[in-house]
């Protein structure tokens, strides 16, 4: 069927012991758009996982995760050549900003996996824009991962041990002044996203925001992962995950 | 793949294949064609409706289990005006039998949803959901057999729709809610909903109420189809944790006319088709056909050939 795939790894790395990077076969259709994600099954949890699109090129698709628990710990143990079972590409897409805009990327921890493909298009599209991209400490930030091209990058991290000593979102804030933004796209855990929702809010700022949430079917029809929004609840999987952040009532 | 020998018959309802999506893994019944080939289900059934649209539970609504999953999405629904309205042209396109789940806070608002989409074509069935067990303001009327016997009779005054009774398998014996069902006048009975369960969540300490599904359900599952198959002369609908083609036929044998898959249809997209394949292999093999394998292994059918 269209959307529900039996995809070949075609290659496999794995970076600080918990980032793992694989390349599968692209048998999508139709071709994945950045914000969107393949729904898989591990082999190590009973349903699947939504996992963020990294990167799409005609022949690959690349998906970055951490190894967290017992799904995602099962799926780095795939070799290449052996085949996933995936469903996808679903959910929505982050929307392609106007050329005149100034534009920052915004991406926390694993937020960067989605940002990394907007960001290779955004270079492909010839638009400039500035990524900031902060972890917990160096033993977590992926910085090397970053798209070759020339635009601004800013690099944190919360305990300093790399870039500056700051959260991503602090960091943001504090360049404000001197690199105008204004359209934010961002990704990674949900209190930094309500962080930033509030700056981009407080500065008058648009911005669209990659929410994560437990899922089942990742297509819309068992309403599992709604997020409250001033439109009623909303599914993170079909509506999202890509939302404009004045939308979400942020808990 | 020759399909035709998996026709079957419960009672008025004429399926081309006894594999059903359940209600509530299946949405307003057109979403999943993208993932799976609607040509191996015998049905379309939708999410379960109610008169007004609803909101559903606060999230979170999903948790997971090693073996299973417990929910408490609490029937969001776009209601049923607006199903009608929106949505039914679209499933009559599919060429299926079209089973509308109905559902409320009261007999009432469910019976309302019944009388509204009786005058609309293109149905065939309602199953009344009388056992969502994540709605807290309301009591689980298949709980009581005195209630379910109450509902189905008033909706078979409204209908001459086939009715099938969706049980809740949360009682002290199954068989009783079963035998008022079929009382009232049930066409069909299906068996069972979630299981009622509780989750504890290490991360924020807190615990959250829910309907559980998955494998871990099935031999209870399977135990309450083989319970009422004994007791009630209607047909069954099997449903609870059937995540293989062994499992689906298991089912049958245990006294089920068709089978429904709920979650294992997201998991495995491909189930239905690999049950058809298995059934029409095994009926192959066997040199038998699908109507006599029914109940084949049920206590009741093995003493009636003793007899």
């Known amino acids: 069927m269209k959307k529900h795939k039996i995809m070949q790894v075609l290659s496999k790395k794995i970076y600080k012991e918990k980032f793992v990077e694989l390349f599968l076969e692209n048998d999508l259709t139709p071709f994945p758009r950045p914000g969107q994600f393949l729904h898989i099954l591990t082999g190590g949890a009973f349903i699947r996982r939504p996992l963020s699109i990294a990167g799409c090129t005609e022949n690959s698709v690349r998906i970055l995760f951490e190894i967290k628990g017992k799904g995602t710990k099962k799926l780095s143990e795939i070799s290449k050549g052996q085949y996933l079972d995936i469903v996808g590409p679903v959910g929505n897409n982050f929307p392609l900003p106007d050329r005149k805009k100034e534009i920052s990327l915004v991406a926390g921890g694993m937020g960067l996996a989605p940002l990394l493909f907007l960001a290779s298009q955004l270079i492909s599209e010839k638009m400039n824009f500035k990524f900031f991209y902060g972890a917990r400490d160096k033993g977590h930030l992926l910085d090397f991962l970053l798209p070759k091209g020339d635009y601004k990058k800013f690099i944190s991290t919360d305990d300093g041990s790399d870039g500056e000593k700051l959260t991503v979102v602090e960091m943001f804030e504090r360049k404000l002044n001197n690199e105008k933004t204004d359209i934010v796209f961002a990704a990674g855990p949900y209190q930094m996203l309500k962080a930033l929702s509030e700056i981009c809010r407080n500065n008058n700022i648009e911005a669209y925001v990659s929410l994560e949430n437990i899922m089942f079917c990742g297509l819309g029809v068992c309403q599992g992962c709604v997020t409250e929004t001033i439109n009623g609840y909303k599914r993170v999987c079909r509506d999202g995950p890509v939302f404009d952040h004045r939308e979400i009532k942020w808990t | ?307």
Request: aromatic share 8%; hydrophobic share 40%.
């Open chain 2, 1 to 307: 793949m020759d399909l035709k020998q998996l026709k079957i018959k419960l009672g008025k309802l004429v399926l081309d294949t006894p594999v059903l999506p359940a209600s509530g893994t299946f949405g307003y019944g057109d979403e999943l064609q993208d993932v799976t080939d609607y040509k191996f289900l015998g049905a379309i059934i939708t999410k379960t409706l109610t008169w007004e649209q609803t909101q559903g539970n606060p999230p979170p609504r999903i948790w997971e289990f090693e073996n299973g999953l417990m929910n408490s999405i609490g029937l969001q629904n776009i209601g049923v005006r607006c199903f009608a309205s929106e949505k039914l042209s679209c499933l009559k396109k599919l060429k299926k039998p079209i089973i509308v789940s109905v559902g409320g806070k009261s007999p009432e608002d469910i019976l309302k949803c019944i009388e509204f989409l009786d005058r609309k074509n293109g149905i065939s069935a309602f199953e009344l959901n009388l056992s969502c067990p994540n709605i807290k303001t309301s009591k689980i009327i298949s709980e009581d057999p005195r209630s379910t016997f109450n509902i189905i009779k008033k909706a078979k005054k409204i209908t001459d729709k086939i009715i099938i009774a969706k049980l809740s398998p949360n009682v002290r014996d199954i068989c009783e809610t079963g035998i008022a069902a079929e009382e009232a006048g049930a066409d069909i009975l299906c068996a069972v909903n979630t299981y009622k369960g509780l989750y504890y969540d290490w991360n924020n300490k807190k615990m959250y109420t829910g309907g559980v599904s998955g494998s871990m359900i099935f031999p209870m599952a399977l135990r309450a189809v083989y319970e009422l198959y004994q007791k009630v002369s209607i047909p069954i609908i099997g449903v609870g944790g059937i995540s293989s083609e062994k499992r689906a036929l298991e089912m049958i044998f245990a006294g089920a006319s068709a089978i429904g898959l709920g979650t294992f249809l997201i998991i495995n997209p491909e189930l239905p088709m690999k049950i058809c394949k298995f059934l029409i292999d095994y009926l192959k093999t066997n040199h038998t056909n699908l109507q006599s394998i029914i109940g084949l292994y049920n206590e009741k059918r093995q003493k009636e050939t003793d007899c």
